[in-house]
């Protein structure tokens, strides 16, 4: 299991932008699997993107062709880009990274106003 730590959560409009970053107190090389989940108020966690150490990607699609994530082996990092936000895009939004036992962030909180 490994500490995960969200930031870039924020406000925006309706059309905006954020981008989201999650960072590993240990090296993430070694672990397949990472993504991003959101849970809205009174909605089931749900999976909006994930990618493999290789850089495979896959976007709920409700999310496709506005979000991409990324991570950064090097730094133990990992991204999520947002772009063209929606107000139904609104939840808490969490890091994954898929370890035995899985390893979750805090996480940040996203708004989206009409």
């Known amino acids: 299991q490994v500490h995960l730590v969200e930031s870039g959560g924020d406000l925006v409009q309706a059309g905006g932008s954020l981008r989201l970053s999650c960072g590993s107190s240990e090296g993430i090389f070694s672990i397949d699997g990472m993504g991003w989940y959101r849970q809205a108020p009174m909605k089931q966690r749900e999976l909006v993107a994930s990618?493999?150490?290789?850089?495979?990607?896959h976007y709920a699609d409700s999310v496709k062709g506005r979000f991409t994530i990324s991570r950064d082996n090097a730094n133990n990092m990992m991204y999520l880009q947002m772009n063209n936000l929606k107000p139904e895009d609104t939840a808490v939004y969490y890091c994954n990274a898929n370890t035995y036992p899985s390893s979750w962030g805090q996480g940040t909180q996203v708004t989206v106003s009409s």
């Open positions: 990618i493999t150490r290789a850089g495979r990607t």
